[in-house]
Structures are given as C-alpha cells and as structure tokens.
T-cell receptor, first 115, second 113 residues
Framework: GAVVSQHPSRVICKSGTSVKIECRSL??????MFWYRQFPKQSLMLMAT?????????EQGVEKDKFLINHASLTLSTLTVTSAHPEDSSFYIC???????????FGNGTRLTVT | GQQLNQSPQSMFIQEGEDVSMNCTSS?????WLWYKQDPGEGPVLLIA?????ELTSNGRLTAQFGITRKDSFLNISASIPSDVGIYFC?????????????FGQGTILTVHP
C-alpha cells in the first residue's frame, strides 16, 4: 500500500532556531501533500496544502512566513518552522495521495519541542 | 467553516463488546474517512467511504456514509485489546479540495481485557 515517510520523528530545538521536516511519498508520486498540526489531546488541524512546483496554499490563521513549505519534487515536501518558539511545539503530520480519488495516507508525524 | 462533531469522546469497554461511534457535520461532505491513531504516530486509514448510503466493512470494522452526506458511523465488533487508540472521522468536500480533511474531535477507546 501507499507509504508516506516523515523525518525526523522527533526534534528538540532552541527558541529562535529553524527546523526542517521532510515528508516523502515512497511508492507513488504525490502532486499534492498536506501538512497538519496536532496539539496534545486535540484533533488534527490542516495548516497548508503543498503543491508540486507552485506555492503552497495556507489555511486561515497560519503564518506563511513562519511555516515555509517547499514541494520541489513529486515525492518530497518540506515544512520549515522558522524562528521557532515554545508555542510552536506540536505534532506535525503530513499526508499525501497519488491522485484525487485515492484515500489520504499519513506520515508517522514529527514531534517538535522548542525549549 | 465546516465542523465535525464526533461522539462519544471516550469509551471504556470490556473485551468482546461491540463499539459504535459517529460523526455529524453541519455541511455536506463527498468523502468520509475513518482513521485510528496510536500515541506518537500518524493516523492510519481504516475505511474510506465515497458514496452516500455506502456501507463498507474491513474485518471487524463497519462504516457507513449517511444518506444526507452529513454523517457517518463506525462500528467495531468483538473488540480486542489492540483496538485501543483514538479513532477519528474525517470529511472531505471533494474535487480540488479532496485532500483538505476536516477531522472530528476523536473518540478515545479503552478496552479492558
């Protein structure tokens, strides 16, 4: 079945630094990937839609200059949390689909802790 | 925006019992999905529903896409300890926004041996 891989699975960084998270589709090409954020004991909230070869589309309230998304190839999207602060600590999860009618598959998530 | 109300929020059951959870929406979805999430991991797709009225099974799991397209339920029969986890419903409007999922609040399932 379709596999989506995320790296790293955990990262701890100091306040003010930037962190890059990778999302890869391992056995299919994903023209579109999605980035979600999940706070403890809460549901997943869509942050942005990552489109291969074009700019990402951000959900209302998500700062595009803080959460930089790059989708340079059909199998890789990256999310960079710039100038991270403790309130950015969260579980970040990506998803991808091989085409519009396929169910979405999720990566295993990245636990970001900003100290 | 679209909202999904998922209930119950949590369930404590004995092994062997059946489980039922549901989601309702204030607006129509063209696709309903049910996921299970274990601690520290991403959601794993359980069942995908694409047509109103569709009833789909996956082993001990059965899910239905409501006729009005505003609701869905998930049943788990003869629960076992490994069913423990958080179950999420998710809806997609379809078309170019297919991948933009709206998630329910989740149902925390605890199964006592």
């Amino acid at each position: 079945g379709a596999v989506v891989s995320q790296h790293p699975s955990r990262v701890i960084c100091k306040s003010g630094t930037s962190v890059k998270i990778e999302c890869r589709s391992l056995d299919f090409q994903a023209t579109t990937m999605f980035w979600y954020r999940q706070f403890p004991k809460q549901s997943l909230m869509l942050m942005a839609t990552s489109n291969e070869g074009s700019k990402a589309t951000y959900e209302q309230g998500v700062e595009k200059d803080k959460f930089l998304i790059n989708h340079a190839s059909l199998t890789l999207s990256t999310l960079t949390v710039t100038s991270a602060h403790p309130e950015d600590s969260s579980f970040y999860i990506c998803s991808a689909s091989s085409h519009l009618t396929s169910p979405l598959h999720f990566g295993n998530g990245t636990r970001l802790t900003v100290t | 925006g679209q909202q999904l109300n998922q209930s119950p929020q949590s369930m404590f059951i004995q092994e062997g019992e059946d489980v039922s959870m549901n989601c309702t929406s204030s607006s129509i979805f063209n696709t309903w999905l049910w996921y299970k999430q274990d601690p520290g991991e991403g959601p794993v797709l359980l069942i995908a529903l694409y047509k109103a009225g569709e009833l789909t099974s996956n082993g001990r799991l059965t899910a239905q896409f409501g006729i009005t397209r505003k609701d869905s339920f998930l049943n788990i029969s003869a629960s076992i300890p490994s069913d423990v986890g958080i179950y999420f419903c998710a809806g997609a409007a379809g078309g170019t926004s297919y991948g933009k999922l709206t998630f329910g609040q989740g149902t925390i399932l605890t199964v006592h041996p």
